[in-house]
């Protein structure tokens, strides 16, 4: 198994990791290149571990409106869209319009085309915009404005609604002093303060690869 960014902890034994990945199921022709693409090109996307909690969280949720804050090619789209089912709805959002461009056409191949929304632009802004609330928020916009982002997003998740947000340990960083100048690191460590810090939330912090914090809207 090649080890890339999308498939490593920077605080978890290597040996740990490996085990993890390699008792993952094959992947689908779709997803598969997805995950090499990425990999070739540099493209962060979740990885298939975050990508099963995810689609289990959405399975047992049952969550069926779901925004998207920060999609890339679509990788969780593709996995978020197939856990919410045939009447499920997914927003994908992302600023770059080839991404978004890419990310359409693996979703006509994955056969989800049908259940995803396309907007490009700004997730915090076409969040606020959004008609109506959701079921679950999946926030993995730029880490500077993760403080922005979860501002943004909770008022459009509907009481009992996931939000969920990925890199919260930030390969490690997160727990240690951020330097002055890494507005990233100081972003992650302001959201984790302030969603411990909520009354309308209940979070939990999952170490899973570079970790991601899930949140119940009280």
Known sequence: MTRTDNLRSAFMQDDIDDYLYKLLPARDEVVAEMEKYAAENDIPIIG???ARMLALFVQVSGAKRIFEMGSAIGYSTIWLAR???PKGKVVY??????KAR???????????AKRIEILVGNALE???KASG???LIFNDVDKHQYPDALHAALPKLRRGGLFITDNTLWSGKAARPALPDDVHTQGVQEFNRL????K????????LRDGVTVCQKL
């Open 200 to 207: 309308k939330l209940y979070p939990v912090l999952i170490p």
């Open 195 to 198: 969603v411990y810090a909520s």
């Open 83 to 85: 856990a919410a089912g």
């Open 93 to 98: 959002t992302d600023g770059d319009p080839e």
């Open 133 to 135: 609330t959701f079921d």
């Open 102 to 112: 890419r990310a359409r056409d693996y979703f006509r191949r994955a056969g989800v």
């Open 126 to 128: 076409l969040v606020k």
């Open 48 to 50: 298939p571990a975050v």
